[in-house]
């Protein structure tokens, strides 16, 4: 079986973490993987592509204003898909989805769209993303498949989309709890006191993450707990913009701008919370490989984060606010009981829901209905 992905770059992010982790699971099923950028540039991700054994290839997609060339572009994807025989392709930008649809279609093999977040939409480009799902699932057969609650609720309810729904999943051979040894050699090694409290987030730098309210409650936390660090990890559009409000707020010796890192469980491990206040999410990786790693979390009450605590309290969640926010940091700095016990029930959470086998295989059997 030869699948093709299709993004729009190879990034630092939650889908395309998930398909590397995932590589050789789907190479012992028999499937030859290839992954597609559509993007202008690549991504810096491409590396981790190519180690697990992924085929690379760099199509640049003209804008859909040069209609001419977007024939053309997709001319060549049909001579592509001709000369390599592709079996599946798997679609997982919406930019993309329509036209890799048709393709698909022509070709007479099929495809897939994976619905990775809360797509937001205005009334006038309503009809239009409507159009989209509806053409690319009834003509031209392509199957929808959402990674969570929120979004198979929001397909289903905005859009009348039923979709398959297939969690995300994580790798546990590299998230998994440390022994408190382990905690204090890395702390050693990365300069941070056994006694600070260490706040984290994971994530890209935009506006829907919402860090400036990390960095907003952390002024608030550190009036009460003075000893107190935040690591940020990632790198995105509005990573200057944080750095000038931390200054601006007199914190910057507080927060530690760790960009994106390859060892994120390194950073998990020496912290004590984890915090997400994003404006809403698919399903959140990063919070899934924190709980794995047994470290509290604290989330917004939004669409994406609020399926943590579907069947259970797994987590920490409050209203957008931060005071709120601060308030909830410093109590389970003084609740370490109730730390201890979110942690463990959200670890046997992610481990049952998440299961990178389980879920890639449920994958797997959805290519695999494809070529019966």
């Known amino acids: 079986m030869k699948v093709i992905h299709i993004l729009h770059s190879l990034k630092y992010s939650g889908a395309e973490i998930m398909y590397v982790d995932a590589a050789p699971f789907f190479q012992e099923k028999g499937c030859e993987v290839t992954v597609m950028a559509t993007a202008i540039e690549i991504g810096d991700y491409v590396g981790n592509f190519q180690k697990v054994g992924y085929s690379?290839?760099?199509?640049?997609?003209?804008p859909l204003k040069n209609y001419f060339s977007r024939i053309i572009y997709y001319k060549n994807i049909l001579a592509l898909?001709?000369?390599?025989?592709?079996?599946?392709?798997?679609?997982?930008?919406?930019?993309?989805?329509?036209?890799?649809?048709?393709?698909?279609?022509?070709?007479?093999?099929?495809?897939?769209?994976?619905v990775h977040n809360i797509l937001a939409t205005h009334f006038y480009s309503y009809p239009y993303h409507l159009f989209l799902r509806f053409t690319a699932k009834y003509l031209f057969n392509c199957s929808f498949h959402s990674i969570s609650d929120s979004v198979y609720n929001h397909e289903k309810k905005l859009y009348f989309n039923k979709t398959l729904k297939i969690y995300n999943w994580y790798n546990d051979e590299r998230y998994?709890?440390?022994?408190?040894?382990?905690?204090?050699?890395?702390?050693?090694?990365?300069?941070?006191?056994?006694?600070?409290?260490?706040l984290i987030s994971v994530g890209g730098c935009s506006g829907v993450k919402r860090h400036s309210d990390i960095l907003k409650a952390l002024t608030l936390v550190l009036e009460k707990i003075p000893n107190t660090v935040y690591l940020h990890l990632g790198k995105g559009d509005m990573e200057c913009e944080e750095k000038i409000l931390a200054k601006t707020l007199g914190i910057s010796d507080k927060v530690i701008f760790c960009n994106n890192q390859e060892d994120v469980r390194k950073y998990l491990i020496v912290s004590d919370i984890y915090l997400m206040p994003s404006k809403?999410?698919?399903?959140?990786?990063?919070?899934?490989?924190?709980?794995?790693?047994?470290?509290?979390?604290?989330?917004?009450?939004?669409?994406?984060?609020?399926?943590?605590?579907?069947?259970?309290?797994?987590?920490?969640?409050?209203?957008?606010c931060v005071q709120k926010l601060a308030e909830m940091v410093i109590y389970l700095n003084l609740n370490p009981e109730k730390s201890f016990e979110i942690s463990k029930v959200a670890k046997k959470f992610v481990e049952r829901n998440f299961n990178l086998k389980k879920n890639a295989n449920e994958i797997f059997q959805l290519y695999n209905c494809f070529i019966k």
């Open 176 to 198: 998994f709890t440390a022994t408190d040894k382990e905690k204090y050699k890395i702390r050693n090694e990365l300069q941070i006191d056994n006694d600070t409290l260490v």
């Open 81 to 114: 898909i001709n000369s390599e025989k592709y079996n599946v392709i798997h679609i997982h930008g919406f930019g993309t989805l329509w036209g890799f649809a048709l393709c698909a279609w022509i070709s007479k093999i099929r495809s897939v769209y994976t």
């Open 280 to 320: 809403f999410e698919g399903i959140s990786l990063t919070t899934i490989e924190s709980m794995a790693c047994g470290i509290p979390t604290i989330l917004y009450d939004v669409p994406g984060l609020r399926d943590f605590n579907a069947n259970g309290e797994n987590c920490i969640l409050i209203p957008e």
């Open 56 to 62: 690379i290839l760099h199509m640049p997609i003209p």
